[in-house]
């Protein structure tokens, strides 16, 4: 049998770990006070604030060229953090494959609307995704890091800004906390602002990637009734001869629009 303090520090260690949920582990043995070990989650303290949307849907899958974030905050070696975070976005988007064709412009720099509509147009692709970090700190695993970011994407056709989004977030260790039974202290990643940007990459990729699914889901939809509609069409008119196809006449042979009007 155990002594009644053990199995009541037991009991507290397991209720602890129901409470916490995932990424907690628990040190424990009888001649010292049992460590209650958790993760640290990113905190976001509210969703991604949407400024500008598309009021159309697209009628196809698009393409896109990345172009670095620029620096809003005045500090040492900005461009380089701005380029890490871009980086850091990129490669959550390129795993959430919202473009069938994306490219990091890792070399490049926004400059201006019309530089990133050249970029994207000289690359053949139909958005440019950019945007800018408002304020960052990298605390490292022993501090608070801080994120916040806007992210805009124009369209490659005209020029027209799509979407302009932005999204904070934070990361911080907690103190050792000491509840008698247990000590209860935190468990920082080695990378928190990697942390934080993928948390807000992730957050800020679901509208875009929403808006996306719906334009295709509808496109999709229309052309399986205009299917549909050719299919039980007459082979033959009432006089007996092959209805005449309609001329359609040809459109612009350069970019294709993104979109297309929901009315």
Known sequence: MFPAR??????????????????????????????????????????????VQPAELPTRPLTAVFIPFRMQQ?????PYYAREVSRYVFEIWARERIFPVFE???????TGQANAIALARAKGADLAVTGSVQQLMAGGSAGRSELSMRLEIYDAYNGQLLWSISDAGS????????FVLFLKRSSMPNDPL?????????????PVKKWIQKGLEKQLAMER???????????QSENGQEPQGQDFQSGDTGRIPVTESLL
């Open 74 to 78: 005045a500090m040492n070696n900005g």
């Open 194 to 206: 990697y942390a934080v940007s993928a948390s807000l990459a992730y957050s800020m990729s679901h």
């Open 171 to 178: 990361m911080q260790p907690e103190a050792t906390k000491d």
């Open 104 to 110: 990091f412009l890792e070399n490049q720099r926004f």
């Open 6 to 51: 053990v199995t009541i520090t037991l009991l507290a260690l397991f209720a602890a770990l129901l409470v916490s949920g995932c990424g907690v582990s628990a040190d424990y043995d009888i001649a010292s006070t049992p460590i209650l070990t958790t993760e640290e989650w990113v905190q976001r303290p509210y969703e991604p604030a949407i400024y």
């Open 225 to 235: 009734k205009e299917g549909s509609t050719l299919d039980d069409a007459p082979s």
